[in-house]
């Protein structure tokens, strides 16, 4: 920021270096450093305590440098020194600093995040008990040095039971000292079956030490996660889903939505015109075609597009274009390369069956196929389908004719049902209109 004054004031209003107020500048720069150091500090707090990466670097990264700059804009009015200070080099600045500051945070969680899965860099230590086979079941498919964590020492429950099945304090007791020890700052139980009277003796012996007790269940087939606790009136209780968007996201998302799509269907009203006689005169049929699409919760809706075929399928039994389709029509071809046959599903989104931005909804019979190829796809149901999404940006579009393509897509789709924000529905509709890779696959 400092560089940007300076030559705003050097090069355009022809202030000499020595006249210039460095020390002014100098404080501002700093100060807007401190504060957004501490939203960065958080932010990594944040990132280690999870091991992963827990949002878009866009969204936190924009907001972080906002509310510093802003913070120390307020504190400088309030001190009277707002007049000293040049709105050119102040907004200047702030926006260099953008993509100076988002390129410098995916480079860091870049490296950082690498040199965690090859189990360089660690920053928490944990000590695992349980019985031996859930503690070496946990150990093999958690890879827990891939995440950044150490493992200090382990404790099999089936060495420490005395006659009546119940494990003895003291090893309980040595196990957690050498925990402590060994800077350990979980002890993770695992246990097939979670409860608290049998888990009693585990409270008692590690009580005595200043340690965090966590419990990891264990199950035949496929993890069983917890999202976090929830008071549900005097009782505390586990969640294991939570759904992906809060009340008020819900209303903020709608809003962008009804705003957005209205004002597309107003402007783009004459260009829709132009683009209804091309197709008429290309081709026999309608301008418009409607197919089934499950969407939000799984319900079933009809989707608008313009036609790009000379076939009008219903949805419930069809064949998935693919590069080169004979059914295609001229006019077709070019519509789909821009994705302008999606254009009238901005109706969709006023109505509210669909959002501009979440997961590509199929049509039903490919949906049925894809859910029975994959697990997790149907998870992709939890938010309203989009008109664009985090996977189509990343070039997970087209046709899905290879489980690498249906496991890309569905991933990203999660991805973003994992970590949505306002900032990352806007980043992706920019991505949509200028990244290249928004286009890859169309046909």
């Not at 100098?26 to 150091?37: N, P, S």
């Not at 001190?79 to 410098?104: A, H, K, Q």
């Not at 060994?182 to 008692?204: E, T």
């Not at 996660?225 to 996201?249: E, Q, Y």
Request: proline share 4%; with cysteine; net charge positive.
């Amino acid at each position: 920021m400092i560089s940007t004054a300076f030559l705003y004031h050097y090069i355009i209003l022809d202030v000499q270096p020595a006249s210039f107020s460095w020390s002014t500048y100098l404080v501002f720069a700093a100060t807007v450093g401190i504060i957004y150091g501490g939203f960065a500090a958080a932010a990594c707090s944040r990132f280690l305590d999870f091991g992963q990466q827990t949002g878009a670097t866009l969204p936190s990264s924009l907001v972080s440098w906002t509310g510093a700059f802003a913070t120390v804009l307020f504190l400088t009015f309030l001190g009277g020194y707002i007049g000293d200070l040049s709105r050119v080099s102040l907004t200047s600045g702030y926006l260099i600093g953008i993509p100076v500051l988002i390129g410098m945070r995916n480079l860091i969680r870049s490296v950082s995040t690498s040199r965690m899965r090859s189990g360089e860099l660690t920053f928490q230590r944990v000590a695992v008990v349980g019985r031996r086979i859930d503690v070496v079941g946990f150990l093999l498919n958690g890879h827990l040095s891939h995440y950044g964590y150490r493992l200090t020492n382990v404790l099999y429950l089936d060495d420490t039971l005395d006659g009546h099945g119940i494990p003895r304090e003291e090893p309980l007791a040595d196990f957690a000292a050498d925990a402590m020890r060994l800077g350990a700052s979980y002890v993770i139980f695992v246990g097939d079956n979670f409860s608290v009277s049998g888990m009693q003796p585990l409270f008692a012996a590690l009580r005595r030490f200043a340690l965090n007790f966590a419990y990891a269940p264990v199950t035949p087939q496929t993890p069983l996660n917890f999202v976090d606790v929830v008071a549900i009136g005097p009782n505390n209780a586990l969640r294991f889903m939570r759904k992906p968007l809060s009340d008020a996201g819900v209303f903020a998302k709608r809003t962008m939505d009804l705003v957005l799509s209205g004002l597309g269907l107003l402007v783009l009203a004459p260009f829709f015109l132009i683009i209804a006689a091309i197709i008429r005169l290309d081709s026999d049929g309608p301008v418009f075609y409607r197919q089934a699409r499950r969407g939000f919760n799984g319900d079933i809706f009809m989707i608008w597009k313009f036609r790009t075929m000379s076939v009008m399928e219903s949805g419930w039994d069809i064949r998935q274009a693919t590069r080169g389709d004979a059914r295609v029509t001229r006019v077709g071809r070019y519509l789909r390369a821009f994705s302008i046959d999606e254009l009238p599903q901005l109706f969709n989104v006023f109505v509210g069956e669909m959002s501009l931005v979440g997961p590509r909804p199929h049509a039903v019979s490919h949906d049925n196929e894809l859910s029975s190829r994959l697990a997790t796809y149907a998870h992709r149901q939890r938010i309203k389908p989009g008109i664009t999404g985090w996977a189509q940006v990343n070039g997970f579009r087209g046709e899905t004719s290879t489980q690498e393509m249906i496991e890309g897509r569905t991933a990203h789709d999660l991805y973003y049902i994992d970590n949505w924000s306002l900032f990352l529905d806007v980043w992706i509709v920019i991505l949509t209109i200028f990244s290249p890779t928004a286009r890859r696959n169309a046909h």
